[in-house]
């Protein structure tokens, strides 16, 4: 006789701020077959899991950035071989939502390589946030920290989503990064929280962390005090010139985990299968959308490495009958 489905905890699918690192370890430890089933079960109790939300990037400040984030392309520190320019006019960046907008993506989201905006940057800033979101489409940025100041006038513009990585567990965050904290970061997520703006918050997995760190990560994220609107769980994309530029990357499975662990933690949250899907095998996308992410970037560019291009998703949606969430 077949054994019988496992019974899932009663209480899952419950949104809880007080996860403990031993819950997440556990979940992390669960069998595969048992982890994916709970994070199913909790993804078709808040979403419909035949739909998937569809970002698009831009970055509107390339290169140049004075951090050193050792995974990044767009750091001063480390020679990438990365043309580095201005800010982009806002016409410049109308026309390429205009364009995202057309390929069906419903957010747009736009990357500034800067450590932080400069006050003198933010009225064009606003600017651009005021044009996109007249478009049509919902607005994110990435611009680095912000003061309280800055995070209120990009809601007042109608800023929709601000993305702000914590990227790895807090103990493994100066291995990454040593020109700004942890705390730096979940300072800004608090400014950006207190500006009523959505938060978007994840991290970079395959940077040879620890399992360790990944619980870490994922317990920093689940117990805010309140979940990110968007979890971006992100496979290193490996940049040469960048000190992780030959990181050993990440068991797929492991990856596949990371996704479903994050789905029981944050049922609400869209959860995004995001950079590194161009390496991953249509199999490999599958098994990460049953796990529980519904949410992609697409788009034949992420903000300077490649992504899998409109025609090869057009192709994975149809044969996994999935289509874009109703915006
Ligand atoms: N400068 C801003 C900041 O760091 O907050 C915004 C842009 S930054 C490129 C946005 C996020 O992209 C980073 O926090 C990181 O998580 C992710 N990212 C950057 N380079 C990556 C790479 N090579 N592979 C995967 N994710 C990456
Ligand atoms: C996120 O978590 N991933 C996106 C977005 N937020 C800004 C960025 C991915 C960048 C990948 C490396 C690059 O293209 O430069
Ligand atoms: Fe600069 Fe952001 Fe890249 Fe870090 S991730 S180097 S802050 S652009």
């Known amino acids: 006789m077949n054994a019988p489905l496992p019974t899932p905890p009663a209480a899952l699918g419950e949104i809880r701020n007080d996860w403990t690192r031993a819950e997440i370890a556990a979940l992390f430890e669960l069998p595969f077959a048992d982890l994916l089933f709970q994070a199913q079960t ?23 950035c004075p951090e050193d984030c050792g995974y990044c392309s767009q ?18 960046v109308v026309t390429a939502a205009k364009a995202a907008k057309d390929g069906g993506a419903q957010r747009f989201c736009m990357g500034a390589a800067w450590r932080e905006p400069k006050d003198r940057d933010m009225p064009a800033l606003l600017d651009i946030v005021r044009a996109v979101k007249a ?42 990064v040593s020109t700004r904290t942890y705390q730096d970061r979940l300072d800004t997520l608090a400014r950006v929280r207190a500006a ?6 994840g991290g970079i997995i ?8 990944r619980v870490g990560m994922l317990f920093t994220l689940a117990t805010l005090p309140e979940h990110p609107g968007s979890v971006p769980v992100n496979s290193l994309m490996r940049v040469k010139g960048t000190p992780l530029g030959e990181a050993a990357g990440i068991d797929e499975l492991e990856f596949v985990r990371t996704i479903a662990v994050a789905r029981i933690l944050m ?26 992410a519904n949410s992609i970037f697409v788009g034949d560019k992420l903000l300077t490495t490649r992504n899998p291009g409109r ?17």
């Open 311 to 327: 025609s090869h998703d057009e192709r994975l949606f149809a044969s996994l009958g999935v289509t874009p969430m109703a915006g």
């Open 196 to 201: 009523g703006v959505n938060v978007c918050s």
């Open 135 to 176: 478009l049509g489409l919902e607005t994110c940025m990435t611009l680095g920290m912000l003061t309280d100041a800055q995070a209120q006038a990009l809601g007042d513009a109608g800023l929709d989503y601000y993305n702000h990585n914590i990227d790895t567990s807090a103990e493994y965050y100066g291995t990454v």
């Open 42 to 64: 909790v993804h078709r109790r808040y979403f419909n899991p035949l739909e998937v939300q569809m970002s698009q990037l831009l970055s509107i400040k390339t290169g140049g």
């Open 75 to 92: 750091s001063a520190h480390f020679e990438t071989g990365l043309n580095a320019s201005k800010l982009m006019p806002v016409e410049d």
């Open 267 to 292: 049922p609400r949250s869209v959860v995004r299968l995001s950079a590194g899907r161009e390496h991953m095998s249509d199999s490999m996308q599958a098994l990460a959308l049953l796990a529980g």
């Open 206 to 213: 395959g940077m040879g962390e620890t399992r360790e760190d």
